[in-house]
């Protein structure tokens, strides 16, 4: 199952997770967030991919994004259409993967990716809540007993260190899409503060799973 750690932008913070061979790490570039990065840290990984993490943002933006920190993909938290996530795999020359966010409370949410089938390499699937991300919580994950679609899926909001367990058994969990579902977003309940992830709970974490 693929790990992506998001909110990063501490150097010697990114060495450190880095470390802990995780696959995906993203970075976020939309400046409400208090995870938002400015300027590229003085150290970027070479071990895991780098996820740059946009929401709404123009698609010149993106790919200044892309060039500045050698990003292997976009994830698109926002209200992007489909025809907007065409235009950018064009402007990448298909060279970017595509990772679309659906913010989910209910069965009805999951209505939204069907449209984007097809055009994203993965989807993410995160907890409705005040913020566009990075809210905490969870949403009730036996909803997605009725995602229906073939795009895999990553799962977000609202982990913690106390939730492997629970994680483990969903693989089994009647009507649970486990074949799609390919990995899991961790972020807020690891860290110490904002964009600062706590070494010793992910490690904790995932030596567990």
Known sequence: MLVKVCGMR????????????????GFIFWPKSSRYVSEPPAYLPTKCKRVGVFVDAAIDDILQHI???????????????????????????????????????????????KPYKDIAEYFLFDTKGKAVGGNGEKFDWSVLAYYDGRTPFLLSGGIGPDDAERLKALSTASGFPADRCV???????????PGLKDIVKLKTFLNYE
Do not use: W
């Open 183 to 193: 990995g899991i977003d961790l972020n807020s309940r690891f860290e110490s503060a």
């Open 67 to 113: 060039d500045d920190y050698r990003l292997d993909y976009v994830q698109l938290h926002g209200h992007e259409s489909p025809d907007f996530l065409h235009q950018l795999r064009t402007a990448c020359s298909n060279n970017i993967a595509i990772i679309k966010a659906f913010n989910i409370a209910t069965k009805d949410d999951l209505e939204a990716t």
């Open 10 to 25: 501490d150097a010697d913070n990114i060495r450190s997770v880095e470390e802990l061979s995780i696959d995906l790490m």
